[in-house]
């Protein structure tokens, strides 16, 4: 790009060139001097080394966008629309919230081109995490951080949101009530706590000391990027929201088949009418979440794009008036050589090397700093 940028720059010098009048140009004065020149080199070298390094870097951060956005996220990014609601701040008591649950889902279900509803506690990518201490029973098995990420789920949430059960069960209608409480890890759970050990129908509490209230590990689900897209799937427990408790749940993920927009529509009307008094906010599909999540980095990608280009502009127009001014300081050299029979294309020629000598040193020094700047201490 910066050799290309030098050679267009250097076509207008290149073509004055190839009009001067030799006995016009000899009676000349012949300028200021090299000094001017010298320092005009210098900065478009400088102005070359800045836009290389600027191109380079946005050119960097997109791939990494877009490896980012073309990884698998550890859950469906397609078709899976969400929201975000809050029974208890619309007056309801916990002990009713579980029919208004229920109300949500019949509601939802009833929509056409919606396959499965599924709720939690924190969500997707969703700001929120809710991290808990926990104890294991088990004396081969020790802690390796105080607190790990929780969250509560209803039966079918997982197969809503595309996260795959890796060996056990998932939850079911009948992890209710005062049965055996159970509890769901996942794969970086697994793997950082248990090792070679089945972690199937291992047993865990949020008290030290055994209690009526500790888990049973029933089964390990696939990882999912949960905070954030380029953020690493933190190991994590889920336990049943009916055991947990409903009034915790305020993430409503959706599964739907066909066209975004009327099932939208519908949900939205569905759950007005079944739900006037709770407010659904956040409506967007597990895929418009990862994209607002890399918004920020969409912004800096842009930015560095943008100023990149400028730099490139800038460079050129520098090169072309510092080659200018260059022709106009050796107008009577130039008109000699030509005078004793120099052809105007060795002329050309060499305003066009000149350029591209300028264009490869900036463009190599541009190219160094982009070497240079992961090394750099943050």
Known sequence: LALLTAVLSALAPSLWISRVEPLRALSGNRGLGRAPVRLGRALVVAQFAIAVTLVAVATALGAELERSLSSDPGFAREKVMTALFNPTSAGYADK??????????TASSEV???????????????????????????????????????????????????????????????????????????????????GNIDPIGQVFGFDVNPSDGDFTIVGVVTDAHLNG????????FYTSAAQYGFE?????AVRFTGPEAPVLANLRAALAKAEPGIVFSSW??????????????????????????????????????????LVVLRQRDLALRMAIGAAPGNVLR???????????????IGLIAVWLLPMLPI
């Open 96 to 105: 009713d919230i579980l029919a208004v649950i229920e109300r949500i889902r």
């Open 112 to 194: 056409p081109g919606v396959e499965s509803v599924g709720f939690s506690m924190s969500g997707l990518l969703a700001g929120s995490e809710t991290n808990s201490g926990i104890s294991f029973r088990d004396p081969r098995v020790t802690s390796t951080r105080d607190n790990y990420q929780h969250d509560a789920v209803t039966p079918g949430f997982f197969d809503t949101v595309g996260m795959q059960i890796l060996s056990g069960r998932g939850f079911t209608p009948m992890d209710a009530g005062k049965t055996q409480h159970v509890a769901i890890i996942n794969d970086a759970f697994a793997r950082e706590i248990f």
């Open 229 to 236: 897209v380029r953020e690493r799937a933190p190991p994590m």
């Open 248 to 252: 915790h749940l305020s993430f409503l």
């Open 284 to 325: 967007k599909t597990l895929e418009t979440r990862m994209v607002d999540d890399l918004r920020g980095d969409i912004a800096t990608t842009k930015l560095a794009a943008i100023f990149g280009g400028c730099a490139i502009l800038l460079a050129g127009a520098g090169i072309a008036g510092a080659l200018g001014y």
């Open 350 to 364: 060499g305003v066009l090397v000149d350029a591209l000598r300028l264009g490869a040193i900036g463009g190599g």
